[in-house]
């Protein structure tokens, strides 16, 4: 069976991308270091837990494996936490990618696809974002993964190391089947945060402002369902493997929902309410994140079919009811 490294596996992200290599055919060795993930979310394939930061280890790997490709998820990625620690994001994320990627062009892998986000944008007082569009990140979180993609540019150029970028804009849902899903602990985003308000497991959910430049005051998104978001994840590496050059891709749908019309959704498949509580703006938060490209609907055939709203709430609540929240 084909071997694919999946780094950050024990991940909300990781662990539905193993998920999706597995029904495809492939096997998916999760590498974790379980800082912000868990052991019980790998489920489709051998875990080797590990750290990024240990080039020593990461060879170690590269010498148990025949990976035919990368796909690179392990991060830390929460703004708040950056703002506070940039050093860490540094180290983290750039360090540990950086080993990575040494120990995949010193052990001929040369397939890479690499998580990044639209957080390398920046705050473009509310432009759609293409690929094209000129990236100034807002904090050490953006900033760490704009310089990985420097990197992997650079290593393409001196290492021929191909590679598929993908600036994901918000990630939501869960699997279906209900046997992997969302679980931050702390939790910062919308929708977990909101079922937890919902089902009373915490007393409100914070409204992070509600005089941005937008409809209803409050931010707008783009979100992206997790199934969906794998799916590319798996087309990338076909894109790959099949000798297609390297590529940076954004991951949206092009509809922007605003923290209002999320919370709105929510009724229509809870049938409950939200308690809300209207916060200040929270820090290096913009107004509006869209996608505006067709890049990957157009060439690697991507299609988020499963990215409406309703979906996305469903499958979340579904996975929040599982009791996993509960651990
Ligand atoms: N969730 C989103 O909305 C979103 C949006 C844009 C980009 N991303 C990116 O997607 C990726 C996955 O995000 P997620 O939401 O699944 O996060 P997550 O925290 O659930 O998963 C990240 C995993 O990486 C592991 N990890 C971190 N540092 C490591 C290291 N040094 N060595 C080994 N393992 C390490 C963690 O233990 C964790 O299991 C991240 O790179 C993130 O920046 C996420
Ligand atoms: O309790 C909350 C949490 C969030 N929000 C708002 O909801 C929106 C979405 O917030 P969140 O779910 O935290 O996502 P983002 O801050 O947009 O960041 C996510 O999406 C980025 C890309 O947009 C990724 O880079 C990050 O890793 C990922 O956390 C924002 O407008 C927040 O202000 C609230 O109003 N209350």
């Known amino acids: 069976m084909t071997q694919i490294l999946v780094t950050g596996g024990a991940g ?9 290599l597995r029904a495809a ?33 990461l060879d ?17 990625s929460q703004v708040n936490e950056a703002s506070e620690d940039p050093g860490l994001y540094w180290r983290n994320n750039v360090g540990g990618s950086l080993n990575l990627i040494e120990a995949a062009v010193s052990h001929d892998c040369k397939n890479f696809v690499f998580s990044s986000t639209c957080a390398t944008y920046g705050d473009q007082d509310g432009v759609t974002l293409t690929e094209d569009t000129d990236q100034h990140p807002m904090n050490a979180y953006g900033a760490s993964k704009q310089a990985v993609e420097q990197i992997l540019k650079n290593f393409g150029e001196s290492h021929g190391l191909r590679h598929v970028i993908f600036r994901y804009f918000n990630v939501a849902g869960a699997d279906p089947d209900g046997e992997v899903g969302e679980f931050h602990q702390p939790e910062t985003h919308l929708i977990p945060l909101m079922l937890d308000a919902i089902d009373g497991k915490r007393d409100a959910l914070t409204v992070y402002g509600s005089d941005y430049p937008t409809e209803d005051g409050t931010c707008v998104r783009d979100y992206v369902h997790v199934m969906d978001l794998v799916d590319a994840h798996i087309k990338g590496l076909r894109w790959l493997v099949d000798g297609g050059e390297t590529r940076v891709f954004n991951l949206g749908t092009k509809n922007g929902y605003s923290v209002r019309e999320v919370i709105d959704a929510s009724r229509l498949v809870t049938n409950k309410d939200v308690p809300i509580i209207e916060g200040s703006r929270r820090e290096g938060d913009c107004a509006k994140l869209v996608s505006g490209s067709d890049r990957a609907r157009q060439e690697l055939g991507w299609s988020p079919d499963r990215s409406t709203m309703k979906d996305m709430i469903r499958d979340a609540w579904r996975w929040h009811q599982t009791g996993h929240y509960d651990k």
């Not at 170690?60 to 830390?76: R, V």
């Open 12 to 20: 909300y992200i990781g662990s539905h991308a193993c998920k999706a």
């Open 60 to 76: 170690a790997l590269f010498a148990t494996y025949d990976f035919d490709g990368i796909l690179h998820f392990a991060a830390l």
């Open 25 to 57: 055919g492939y096997e998916p060795v999760a590498f974790d270091n379980l800082s912000t993930g868990w052991s019980d979310a790998v489920k489709f394939g051998p875990f080797e837990q590990g750290d990024l930061l240990d080039r020593e280890r």
